[in-house]
């Protein structure tokens, strides 16, 4: 697969992630919905550019 294929299913990955957070747990909590889904997109950047950043 391309560079862009892995990125683009990796950025639907983390917005299925979000979405299911947000859906399971934080329904009617808009503070602590958007500290966990900043947190997600933190974790997810930390690991994007760790692991499937190209040279």
């Known amino acids: 697969m391309g560079q862009q294929t892995i990125i683009a299913l990796y950025v639907v990955l983390m917005a299925a992630v979000i979405v299911a957070i947000d859906v ?10 958007l500290t966990v ?6 974790v997810f950047a930390a690991f994007y550019f760790r692991f499937l950043k190209l040279p």
């Open 37 to 42: 889904n900043t947190g997600i997109v933190l």
């Open 24 to 33: 399971l747990f934080f329904k009617n909590h808009f503070w602590e919905r």
